[in-house]
């Protein structure tokens, strides 16, 4: 299993940014996805999941109405569409996938959001 985020980088308070994370290594088609974020100091945290069809989602309150996850199937592709970014939004953001009852992880990117 490989997963390859990218799209991080820098943006002001209210902007905007969309990563994204490349899947291979497993049927990405019949799994749902997970994106995650960890800030300095603190825990890994749930942001989002998306089921396999991406007809549904699911969000973590401090992100609701403001991030968007979505998938392509035909490129074994998950997204994350992050409007309105706050500061406290900014952390190493991971995509997951639990597969054969391990969790895998990609390898993170980075979203600052300052001014």
């Known amino acids: 299993v490989q997963l390859v985020e990218s799209g991080g980088g820098l943006v002001q308070p209210g902007g905007s940014l969309r990563l994204s994370c490349a899947a291979s290594g497993f049927t990405f088609k019949n799994y749902y996805m997970n994106w995650y974020r960890q800030a300095p100091g603190k825990e890994r945290r749930l942001v989002a999941t998306i089921t396999t069809a991406g007809i549904s989602t699911d969000y973590s309150d401090s992100v609701k109405g403001r991030f968007t996850a979505s998938r392509d199937n035909a490129v074994n592709t998950v997204y994350l569409q992050m409007n309105s970014l706050k500061p406290e939004d900014a952390a190493v953001y991971y995509c997951?996938?639990?597969?054969?009852?391990?969790?895998?992880w990609g390898q993170g990117t980075q979203v600052t959001v300052s001014s």
């Open positions: 997951s996938v639990f597969y054969r009852s391990r969790r895998y």
